[in-house]
Structure formats: structure tokens, C-alpha cells
T-cell receptor, first 109, second 112 residues
Framework: RKEVEQDPGPFNVPEGATVAFNCTYS??????FFWYRQDCRKEPKLLMS???SGNEDGRFTAQLNRASQYISLLIRDSKLSDSATYLC??????????FGAGTRLTVKP | NAGVTQTPKFRILKIGQSMTLQCTQD?????MYWYRQDPGMGLKLIYY???????DKGEVPNGYNVSRSTTEDFPLRLELAAPSQTSVYFC???????????FGSGTQLSVL
């Protein structure tokens, strides 16, 4: 298994749709998990941290499944502005932060 | 509040040339990272540092060197540029691994 692996995508969805991304990680000792958003090769920006009990921020919900070693991101009521690449980030060994390859989302009118 | 500052924004190198990508942060973060991003790919970790005087290799360290003489600065050195090093380079810093990464705006490097 790769250190951090994401759904290959791309995902093309209509406005208002619900879409979910998964990300698996190989190191069971990993403790920190994040979802970042990246637009057009600009620098990534934090979307949300992922907590053990799961967390929600408006239309976005993040979940962590330690037993199966994956994190997920659910986007409800997709907007055109949600079109971007979504990157999962996991601390692989202690202090190094590893990125998944990213999943491209396009929301269409 | 400048955050993370990377220079230069763009650079074209010839094969075999050397250069240093500069990265400075003014947030007193101990953790700093260098990533590269190839087209259509995610970010790959080159080197990272957990504090002044301490550096560690990431996923793709070959062909690069770093130093961390101060908390603020984390330069990335390319000694003998190769076409395979054509990429976008991002520097990032954080207070800890439980906190978000602050990114610089990136350096587009082409080696021809």
C-alpha cells in the first residue's frame, strides 16, 4: 500500500450533488489527518482537520476510520466554487506530512 | 504579517547549473517542509525540519540539499540541475504536526 492513497477521480458532478472522497494511509501509527484544497496549481489551503470522532464544517464532513486506515470527505449540496483538487494529508512518520495525489472535482451547472 | 515567503517565483535553469530556493517564515514555527509538485500529481516531500539545526529526508530527497541554521529560514539547494527536477516547489511551515501547514506561493522551476 502507498503511504497515502486517494480515489483517482476525476469526479464530475452537477450542482447540488453530494460527493465523497476517500483516502487510505499505510502507517497505523499516524495521528494527524487533514483535507486541503488546491486551485489551479496554487498553494494548497486547509479545508479541514479530521478528528477521531468525525467533524463537520457547513457542507463538509470529515470522518476517520482507524481500523480500516482511511479518512473521508463528504461534500453536500455541491457548488460551482467547490471545483478544485482535494488533497488528503497524513503524518506518515512522526513529523513528516505526506500528501495524497489529489482528487479532481468539477461541479457543473 | 508575511507568513511564508518563497523566492524566486519563477526560474529557468540549464542542465548542470545550481541554485538555491529561499524560504522564510515569520511565525516562529519549528516545523518546515519542502515539497515538489509535478503536473497532475500530488505534493511529494523532499526534506523537512523540526527545528534549527535538524533536517530529515522525505520521500524524494535525491538531488537536493537543505540547511536550517535559523528558525526562520529553510533554503533548498539544487547542486546539479536535471530536467527531472522541473516542477513546482512549495515551502511550508507549521507550529506542530497537529496544526495546519502554511504554504508559500510556490516556485515554478524549469530545467532545460
Amino acid at each position: 500500500r502507498k503511504e497515502v492513497e486517494q480515489d483517482p477521480g476525476p469526479f464530475n458532478v452537477p450542482e447540488g450533488a453530494t460527493v465523497a472522497f476517500n483516502c487510505t494511509y499505510s502507517n497505523s501509527a499516524s495521528q494527524s489527518f487533514f483535507w486541503y484544497r488546491q486551485d489551479c496549481r496554487k498553494e494548497p489551503k486547509l479545508l479541514m482537520s479530521v478528528y477521531s470522532s468525525g467533524n463537520e464544517d457547513g457542507r463538509f464532513t470529515a470522518q476517520l476510520n482507524r481500523a480500516s486506515q482511511y479518512i473521508s470527505l463528504l461534500i453536500r449540496d455541491s457548488k460551482l466554487s467547490d471545483s478544485a483538487t482535494y488533497l488528503c494529508v497524513v503524518n506518515y512518520h512522526n513529523n513528516d506530512m505526506r500528501f495524497g495525489a489529489g482528487t479532481r472535482l468539477t461541479v457543473k451547472p | 504579517n508575511a507568513g511564508v515567503t518563497q523566492t524566486p517565483k519563477f526560474r529557468i535553469l540549464k542542465i548542470g547549473q545550481s541554485m538555491t530556493l529561499q524560504c522564510t517564515q515569520d511565525m516562529n514555527h519549528n516545523y518546515m517542509y519542502w515539497y515538489r509538485q509535478d503536473p497532475g500529481m500530488g505534493l511529494k516531500l523532499i526534506y523537512y525540519s523540526v527545528g534549527a539545526g535538524i533536517t530529515d529526508k522525505g520521500e524524494v530527497p535525491n538531488g537536493y540539499n537543505v540547511s536550517r541554521s535559523t528558525t526562520e529560514d529553510f533554503p533548498l539547494r539544487l547542486e546539479l540541475a536535471a530536467p527531472s527536477q522541473t516542477s513546482v516547489y512549495f515551502c511550508a511551515s507549521s507550529y506542530s504536526t497537529n496544526e495546519k501547514l502554511f504554504f508559500g506561493s510556490g516556485t515554478q522551476l524549469s530545467v532545460l
